[in-house]
């Protein structure tokens, strides 16, 4: 099983729709989690952190579950400039040595 | 605020050529990174260093080396180039280590070996 997994879509919604993506992660002793955005051709950036209580940041919501050992990304209200690939990215506890997932792509259609 | 300055953005190698590509951060920061990108396998870490003065390996380190200058710069060496190197290469950098906070990450060296 990899370290970090997630479904490289793509997925293609209309602009207004919900769209939701989900990141597994192996490692159970894992500390703390990010999802990241990057645009075509471009370096990644942070978007959020993922709280174990979860956290909002406008149409943004990140959730963590232990339990089942994943986090999700929710973005309400899709804009077309929200198309991009989102990253998940996970520490391991270990020193430094975040993974990255390989990220899901998302297409906002007008 | 430049953040984090990478060159150069393109290059062509022949395999067997060597090139250092270069990172320089002005934020201070003491984590600096390199990544490589390929379609499909994400980002893979190929050296770290925590702080001035030391470099640790990544998940794939084979065929590269890298010199921390000082504090701002961070510089990744092919010695000599593969095509199994082509890919997009990031540096990237954090004020502690990248699992506690928020890294930023250079515009990219996208390298081709032939």
């Known amino acids: 099983r990899k370290e970090v997994e997630q479904d490289p879509g793509p997925f293609n919604v209309p602009e207004g729709a919900t769209v939701a993506f989900n990141c597994t992660y192996s490692?159970?002793?894992?500390?703390?989690f990010f999802w990241y955005r990057q645009d075509c051709r471009k370096e990644p950036k942070l978007l959020m952190s993922?709280?174990?209580s979860g956290n909002e940041d406008g149409r943004f919501t990140a959730q963590l579950n232990r339990a089942s050992q994943y986090i999700s990304l929710l973005i309400r209200d899709s804009k077309l400039s929200d198309s991009a690939t989102y990253l998940c990215?996970?520490?391991?506890?270990?020193?430094?040595?975040?993974?990255f997932g390989t990220g899901t792509k998302l297409q906002v259609i007008p | 605020n430049a953040g984090v300055t990478q060159t150069p953005k393109f290059q062509v190698l022949k395999t067997g050529q060597s090139m250092t590509l270069q990172c320089a951060q002005d934020?201070?920061?003491?984590?600096m990174y390199w990544y490589r990108q390929d379609p499909g396998m994400g980002l893979r870490l190929i050296y770290y260093?925590?702080?001035?003065?030391?470099?640790d390996k990544g998940e794939v380190p084979n065929g590269y080396n890298v010199s921390r200058l000082n504090k701002r710069e961070f510089s990744l060496r092919l010695e000599s180039a593969a095509p199994s190197q082509t890919s997009v290469y990031f540096c990237?950098?954090?004020?502690?280590?990248?699992?506690?906070?928020?890294?930023?990450f250079g515009q990219g060296t996208r390298l081709t070996v032939v």
């Open positions: 990237a950098s954090s004020e502690v280590t990248m699992g506690n906070t928020e890294a930023f």
């Open positions: 490692n159970s002793a894992s500390q703390s």
């Open positions: 993922v709280y174990s």
């Open positions: 990215v996970v520490n391991p506890g270990g020193y430094q040595k975040v993974t």
């Open positions: 934020m201070n920061h003491n984590s």
């Open positions: 260093s925590a702080s001035e003065g030391t470099t």
